[in-house]
């Protein structure tokens, strides 16, 4: 397995996913599509992989993780080109495929680095994948907001679909690590995901996967919605999501320190209680300087959590069961990303997007609670 590769692979496929949900989301607002609209079309890109990730980790498990990669960059390349077309219609055909082209990468390669390094090395080499993906999460906003000011949506999803064609180099020099099942031989036809949520370890880091999700999934809605809603440009909503990556990014650096002064339970629970205070006091900030500094520190919050998550679970499936777990994670966060987006638009047109923030928040302070009462490993 050659890790740097499969780290830019991830950088090209997540920046050209996450610049073409902000794209998709904004273009929508744009044609005049109402919050519950902008709801149902961002809410597509998570269906298919609510639907089809437990089953995606199965074939990783099965067929290895070549072919579910190349298959993931060219569902990515055909949504980003789909969506040149401006109606709600394409937009929402561009995210279902652009959700299940991420949904493919996102278990390929997690399941790549849990079969093709030593359980002792799996921290640093999810800490790396993280840190790529804190990268795009930076970039791809930026970019996407940038080019809409200055070049429109045409040409904005047109530079986006660059990138899985350049991730195709960086397939190509991964692939031998890629190329073989991680599983031979072993029978899938019996395997149940209720066994798999019977395991106590994997149960609770799944569920607290799924609440922090949750957080990360309302930003990503959101701060366009809140943005737009305060008068800022495109260029300047995507400064505040990058200004989210940002924060994701710096404190992956500090993930392994992190883990060596507490355990894991202590930095999930810590985690959680950051982003509660930060949702319930997003609602209130208004200016540019303020929405950065907000959007940093709940990259810092949410940003630790993943790594440590992603080990947890590598290190809990049971063998040959590595990527039907990640598929479990994943299909949990595309339920939330496919409910969430409709359950936003609804409640903010009905009482206000401030009552939004306030909901999830309070739902995250009871969840650190929880975390507190857990063992301490």
């Known amino acids: 397995m050659k890790l740097r590769a499969l780290v830019a692979l991830m950088v090209l496929a997540h920046t050209a996913f996450a610049g073409g949900r902000v794209a998709l989301t904004l273009s929508a ?7 519950l609209q902008v709801g149902l079309v961002v809410s597509l890109l998570a269906l298919v992989p609510m639907l089809l990730s437990v089953h995606a980790g199965r074939w990783t498990d099965r067929r290895g993780t070549l072919r579910p990669t190349l298959l993931a960059l060219l569902l990515l390349e055909a949504g980003l080109l789909l969506a040149l077309l401006p109606s709600l219609g394409m937009l929402g055909a561009s995210a279902v ?7 493919l990468v996102h278990v390929a390669l997690h399941n790549a680095v849990a079969a093709g390094c030593a359980p002792a090395l799996h921290p640093r080499a999810y800490a790396l994948l993280a840190l790529g993906n804190s990268t795009s999460t930076i970039a791809g906003p930026v970019i996407a907001g ?7 949506a045409a040409w904005t999803f047109l530079a986006l679909a660059t990138l899985p064609l350049l991730a195709l180099c960086a397939l190509a020099r991964a692939a031998g690590g890629m190329a073989q099942p991680h599983a031979p031989g072993r029978a899938q ?10 395991h106590p370890p994997l149960r609770a880091v799944l569920l607290v996967s799924a609440l922090l999700s ?11 919605v809140h943005g737009n809603a305060i008068g800022l440009p495109a260029s300047r909503i995507g400064l505040a999501m990058g200004a989210f990556g940002a924060g994701t990014f710096v404190v992956r650096l500090f993930t392994p320190a992190l883990a060596r002064r507490w355990s894991a339970w202590q930095v999930l629970g810590g985690a959680l209680t950051v982003a509660a205070a930060v949702y319930l006091g997003f609602p209130l900030v208004r200016s540019l300087p303020l929405l950065l500094a907000a959007a ?3 990259g810092l919050a949410l940003g630790c959590a993943l790594p440590t998550i992603m080990s947890a679970i590598g290190q809990a499936a049971p063998p040959g069961r590595g ?4 598929g479990i994670r994943s299909m949990l966060a595309n339920a939330s990303q496919t409910l969430l987006p409709v359950t936003v638009g609804a409640i903010g047109s009905a009482g206000g997007t401030q009552v939004v ?15 507190q009462l857990q063992p301490p490993k």
């Open 357 to 371: 923030f306030w909901i999830v928040g309070g739902m995250l302070a009871v969840g650190a609670l929880c975390a």
């Open 296 to 298: 940093f520190v709940l």
């Open 323 to 326: 990527g039907e777990a990640i």
């Open 189 to 198: 036809g019996r395997a149940r995901v209720i066994d798999l949520l019977r």
């Open 214 to 224: 949750m957080g990360w999934d309302l930003f990503a809605f959101m701060m366009p």
């Open 97 to 103: 495929l652009l959700g299940s082209g991420f949904m």
């Open 29 to 35: 607002i744009r044609l005049g599509a109402t919050s």
């Open 146 to 152: 940038f080019l809409l000011d200055l070049a429109g």
